[in-house]
Nanobody, 125 residues
């Protein structure tokens, strides 16, 4: 059974930084794509960033490009989301997700089969 455990959320002032971690276990993830999504109250769960475990290709939502960086550590089976220059509109619950969907980078929530429990990120103005 695949397990994804996020950590690293918290409260930060606008302009600050946070690094989220997603520890994956239960399977060999070489063929997987890993994604970070976020969901603010009353809004849909939106794609933030994604990475292919094999090859390391990355993709970002326009709203975070240039501020956020997704990376992976193969030895630790962990995916990271480094978030810099945070804005109040980045406030949301952030979720890590995994999918075996082939081709490109899945960006829709329904394309991902496995999800973590989420971690709250709050950016104060």
């Amino acid at each position: 059974q695949v397990q994804l455990v996020e950590s690293g959320g918290g409260l930060v002032q606008a302009g600050g930084s946070l690094r989220l971690s997603c520890a994956a276990s239960g399977r060999t993830f070489s063929s997987y794509a890993m994604g970070w999504f976020r969901q603010a109250p009353g809004k849909e769960r939106d794609f933030v960033a994604g990475i292919r475990w094999s090859g390391g290709s990355t993709y970002y939502a326009a709203s975070v490009k240039g501020r956020f960086t997704i990376s992976r550590d193969n030895a630790k089976n962990t995916v990271y989301l480094q978030m810099n220059s945070l804005k109040p509109e980045d406030t949301a619950v952030y979720y890590c997700a995994a999918t075996v969907k082939l081709g490109g980078m899945p960006t829709l929530a329904y394309e991902y089969k496995y999800w973590g429990q989420g971690t709250q990120v709050t950016v104060s103005s």
